[in-house]
């Protein structure tokens, strides 16, 4: 396609979707025009794909998942569909620039963190390598609050990413599922039916997402819910108009809003109506496109592979039993061996808090037969294993990981240290009964958004030097080791991080007024606030830094930009203080003219997908400093380190593995072990004996409890203090020194620009495993069995 093609397509969205002529456009209505002709170009490999897949009669893969932490879309289709240069010239000639054309396309933030963007990578990737299959979630109306700072408080906001129209979209109005709700069971001839008291629609809604260079497409469908009458006519002419809307007020709540808890199981019944919602849609989608075109439900797990995104989608298990036994007379037993054949289910977490529970009572209520078929799932397991200890129903609550886990075929782990933890912990029975069952596939993260889109001056080079092969072969990155003897190449290196740092650098000043130094070193630490992420280690480091420098400012102070960025769930009370910390920390030092440039402390607010794309091709130094044993894999640590971020992190999740491609003379490694930490809780005074051995620790948390950054109100982080002071379960005390020297060496690394870029281009050069095309296809070959169809 011509830039002239493209324009004309644009100026005819323009005129005939949009009924706008070019003097009054405005860039939302140009974005929308240029999202219409680029869609117009990925439906014929859309249709091809799916008439593809059926002609191959190829087995299918669906990736059911809560969360989609999709981000922006035009940016990702353009680039895919190699239509940038002609997009920029098209735009140009109207007067339009498409930097701020992309910018105008909110976020589709429907999604909290790793587990929703990692769904997102994937989509990206099965499209790219020619996967068949789909993405299945929830139309949420407001996806992850939008954040803001008052007085370093943070304050919630609805999203609300559907006020404009969704330009992606195709709506599916015939495509509906009626999904039930509560009700009775009763025994007919022999068979089980359930008739639900409430019932809604759900209704399908398709975002095509295109592959590298546009060779395949497939579908991310999500569900909306609505109701069955839009009105009871009855009630409205009896005079209750607010009964009348009853119903729709009740379907619409289903996909209203995105719950805002990573890693945190909420327990409420709307939870478990949405996970059940979209489920239930799901397979009934699924199946009905299985019976048109095979005839034998035998052949299920030879033609459908269903993957679930965590325990959020585990009632599939007694839903398919369901469907099977109840509805097509299947065997119970026969019915349970075709489901665990189909599904197989990927756990991202072992903090307990994480793993779900729901109280049986309410299970009862909302989905009476899946009770009691999850009830005979156990039955059976524990017929087959009389000796094991493993129970789904405990304590009054099921297990949702417990069932996940038999129901599965395969379970996977998202790096190999989690994977292997998996074994040893929570699956620990399971895992000696089925040893098998448990396999890794370490995460990866897409080069397409996270180096080509992202870092446009990266790619420009990297291209030039060894061809544009590595977009989708990410381990050619391979082929620059040796570029990094050459002067040239290092000097460009340098100067492709030094623009990055530049734009950032504008970018702050613009969004939080605070001037930052380009040249200093760039330190960040951009995820979900948690007390296990230990973003406060960070900021006690920071503490110390600063009282340091203060003391002695000419000591030679390699200077900083401390950089933080990251959403607390709205119910997590200690991570909402370590955000106003963090915030109280930035202001006091920022506006001190002791320390000056040499030390700055920005937390830009509201964290997301596209301010990730801007801070991770600027950094030099990437913060994955979990508590070891804690993070399952992280996802960001692999983006940086793509980007050429060093790395200081601990011996947690994936950063093992990078630490392993990289080289640990480039990764800068400190803390405990995940069993040095197990084994230093096991002395109840550890914290007290780090503070007593750090003078730099104990002046750090002096600053905080006298009042340094809180205006003299000693009380206000009394309460973190107390928790640091008296229990650190996440052993921030324990691990402080360790942190501080080897920040210490990152300052020596740093101070010498030579040897820095070095590490650093080392560290792209190095980390193409973390593709996930290379996930995915490890998900192909050892999970789903399922071989590409380009
Ligand atoms: C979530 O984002 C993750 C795990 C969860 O159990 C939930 Br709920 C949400 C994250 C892990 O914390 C990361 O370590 C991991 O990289 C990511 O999932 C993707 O696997």
């Not at 799901?282 to 033609?303: A, C, N, W």
């Not at 156990?378 to 493993?390: N, R």
């Not at 789904?392 to 996977?412: T, W, Y």
């Not at 933890?421 to 890794?440: E, G």
Request: hydrophobic fraction near 45%; charged fraction near 25%.
């Amino acid at each position: 396609m011509t830039a002239q093609e493209l324009q004309k397509a644009v100026l005819r969205h323009l005129e005939l979707s949009l009924g706008k002529d070019l003097a009054h456009a405005t860039v939302y209505d140009i974005r929308m025009s240029l999202t219409l002709a680029v869609r117009d170009q990925v439906i014929a490999p859309w249709f091809e794909s799916t008439r593809k897949t059926y002609a191959a009669q190829s087995k299918r893969v669906y990736y059911l998942s809560m969360e989609f932490l999709i981000g922006r879309l035009l940016e990702d289709a353009v680039n895919n569909l190699g239509l940038k240069q002609t997009a920029q010239e098209a735009l140009d000639a109207l007067g339009f620039d498409l930097t701020q054309v992309i910018a105008d396309e909110p976020d589709a933030a429907l999604g909290n963190g790793g587990l929703g963007r990692l769904a997102a990578c994937f989509l990206d990737s099965m499209s790219t390598i020619g996967c068949p299959g789909m993405g299945y979630g929830i139309r949420y109306e407001h996806g992850l609050f939008r954040q803001s700072f008052h007085d370093g408080v943070q304050i919630e906001e609805p999203e609300d990413w559907l006020r404009q129209p969704h330009g992606w979209e195709f709506a599916r109005p015939e495509a509906v599922e009626r999904i039930g709700f509560g009700g009775t069971v009763e025994a007919h001839d022999g068979r089980m039916r359930w008739s639900p008291a409430d019932a809604v629609l759900a209704k399908a809604h398709d975002t095509p997402i295109i592959g590298w260079q546009g060779q395949w497409a497939n579908t991310l469908r999500l569900w909306g819910a609505e109701p069955i009458q839009a009105f009871d006519l009855e009630a409205f002419n009896r005079g209750d108009f607010v009964g009348a809307a009853e119903q729709e007020a009740f379907a619409r709540t289903i996909s209203r809003v995105l719950y805002p808890d990573d890693t945190n199981g909420e327990g409420k019944e709307l939870r478990l109506k949405q996970e059940y919602f979209f489920t239930a849609a799901s397979l009934r989608d699924i199946l009905r496109r299985f019976l048109s075109e095979h005839d034998d439900l035998e052949l299920l797990p030879q033609k459908v592979a269903i993957q679930l995104n965590d325990t959020h989608p585990a009632i599939a298990g007694p839903e398919l039993i369901r469907i099977l036994h109840d509805e097509h007379g299947l065997e119970f037993d026969h019915a349970m061996a075709l489901a665990r054949n189909t599904l197989s289910f990927t756990n991202h977490t072992l903090l307990p808090e994480a793993l779900e529970r729901w109280p049986q009572a309410l299970m009862a209520r909302v989905l009476p037969r899946h009770l009691q078929i999850i009830a005979r799932i156990e039955e059976a397991f524990l017929a087959a294993q009389p000796e094991s200890p493993v129970r789904i129903l405990e304590d009054g609550d099921v297990r949702m990981g417990e069932l996940s886990f038999i129901m599965a075929h395969r379970v996977n782990g998202v790096s190999a240290l989690h994977t292997g933890l998996v074994k040893s912990t929570v699956f620990a029975q399971l895992h000696r009964t089925f040893p098998d069952r448990i396999v890794n596939q370490t995460n990866g993260v897409t080069p397409r958004r996270w180096v080509l889109g992202a870092n446009p001056r990266l790619s420009a080079l990297i291209t030039d030097r060894i061809g544009p092969g590595w977009v989708d072969d990410l381990e050619q990155l391979g082929a620059l080791e040796p570029h990094v003897e050459d002067a040239g190449f290092m000097a460009d290196y340098a100067a492709s991080k030094a623009g990055n740092k530049a734009d950032l650098a504008a970018w702050i000043a613009d969004t939080t007024g605070i001037a930052v130094d380009p040249a200093a070193m760039f330190d960040v630490q951009i995820k979900r606030i948690h007390e296990y992420k230990r973003q406060h280690l960070n900021i006690l480091e920071t503490i110390a830094l600063w009282q340091d420098m203060r003391a002695n400012p000419r000591a030679g102070w390699v200077p900083r930009v401390k950089i933080f960025g990251g959403k607390a769930a709205p119910g997590y009370v200690r991570a909402k203080e370590i955000i106003r910390l963090i915030n109280d920390v930035a202001r006091v030092i920022n506006a001190d003219p002791v320390t000056g440039d040499l030390l700055k402390v920005v937390y830009p607010a509201n964290y997301n997908v596209s301010m990730a794309e801007k801070l991770i091709p600027a950094s030099d130094l990437s913060e994955q400093i979990s508590t070891a044993g804690k993070e399952a894999s992280g996802t960001g640590n692999m983006k940086f380190a793509l980007n050429g971020a060093l790395t200081i992190g601990t011996l947690d999740g994936a950063n093992v593995e990078i630490r392993e491609h990289v080289g640990a003379e480039n990764f800068f490694l400190f803390g405990m072990t995940a069993e040095e930490v197990v084994a230093r809780r096991e002395d109840p005074q550890h914290q007290a004996k780090a503070i007593a051995a750090s003078p730099r620790l104990a002046g750090a948390l002096k600053g905080i409890a006298d009042g340094t950054f809180s205006d003299g109100d000693g009380a206000r982080y009394a309460a973190l203090l107390a928790d640091l002071r008296g229990h650190d379960y996440f052993t921030i005390c324990a691990d402080f020194d360790s942190y501080w020297n080897c920040q210490r060496q990152v300052d020596a690394a740093f101070a010498d620009p030579a040897r820095w870029m070095r590490m650093a281009a080392l560290n792209t050069a190095r980390s193409g495993w973390f593709s996930s095309d290379r996930t995915i296809r490890g998900y192909m070959a050892d999970v789903w069995d399922i071989t590409p169809l380009i």
